[in-house]
Antibody, heavy 123, light 107 residues
Framework: QVRLVQSGAEVTKPGASVKVSCKAS????????MHWVRQVPGQGLEWMGW????????KYAQKFLGRVSMTRDTSINTAYMELTGLTSDDTGVYYC????????????????WGQGSLVIVSS | DIQMTQSPSTLSASVGDRVTITCRAS??????LAWYQQKPGKAPKVLIY???SLESGVPSTFSGSGSGTEFTLTISSLQPDDFATYYC?????????FGQGTKLEIK
């Protein structure tokens, strides 16, 4: 079955960076977009962008441009999301989520999610 | 950005009730809408995609409808496992956006 297993919680300081990993199994990693979504405490869900695991191409939400980088290592079926210039407003849970569309000519809903990685930004 | 507005924010209901949650988009998204269920401490789970298509394994008590800017999620007969928070999401235009959520509570 499809599984997305994320890295553990991180506590970091303002101004620092964080890199979250998402290891995929149970499907062809390079066949579907991987999205990143975050959830800030007490707020809803926020889409950060996607990565094409086959080409490495990316699409980021305007809000995160210049601060986010989504990469992958196809040899170990793992996607990464790095966020720089952290502030307390970045404290939250970060999820990877697979696009349900097979291929890269479209995008659909998110049919499999990682368990979430808690990132705490505190001085 | 397309704003997604859900109503109500909180809904109190009993097991066996029929409930409806509404999601309105600030501009037309055709049928590119999904519904997710999230329980505390867990990742969201997709229930409905493309407005009305039921995700595999999701009970048939869940249904979705709508088009353009107004959409609904209906649970025909609430089960104890259904008490959770529900989110709509548009995936027509970047950035993909979610509603603020509807918390379904036990009355």
């Amino acid at each position: 079955q499809v599984r997305l297993v994320q890295s553990g919680a991180e506590v970091t300081k303002p101004g620092a960076s964080v890199k979250v990993s998402c290891k995929a199994s149970g499907y062809i990693f390079t066949g579907q977009y991987m999205h990143w979504v975050r959830q800030v405490p007490g707020q809803g869900l926020e889409w950060m962008g996607w990565m094409n695991p086959s080409s490495g191409g990316t699409k980021y939400a305007q809000k995160f441009l210049g601060r986010v980088s989504m990469t992958r290592d196809t040899s170990i079926n793992t996607a990464y999301m790095e966020l720089t210039g952290l502030t307390s407003d970045d404290t939250g849970v970060y999820y990877c989520a697979r696009d349900s569309y097979v291929g890269f000519s479209g995008s659909f809903s998110f049919d499999s999610w990682g368990q979430g990685s808690l990132v705490i930004v505190s001085s | 950005d397309i704003q997604m507005t859900q109503s109500p924010s909180t809904l109190s209901a009993s097991v066996g009730d029929r409930v409806t949650i509404t999601c309105r988009a600030s501009q037309s998204i055709n049928s590119w809408l999904a519904w997710y269920q999230q329980k505390p401490g867990k990742a969201p789970k997709v229930l409905i995609y493309k407005t009305s298509s039921l995700e595999s394994g999701v009970p048939s008590t869940f249904s979705g409808s709508g088009s353009g800017t107004e959409f609904t999620l209906t649970i025909s007969s609430l089960q104890p496992d259904d008490f959770a928070t529900y989110y709509c999401q548009q995936y027509k235009t970047y950035p993909y956006t979610f509603g603020q959520g509807t918390k379904l509570e036990i009355k």
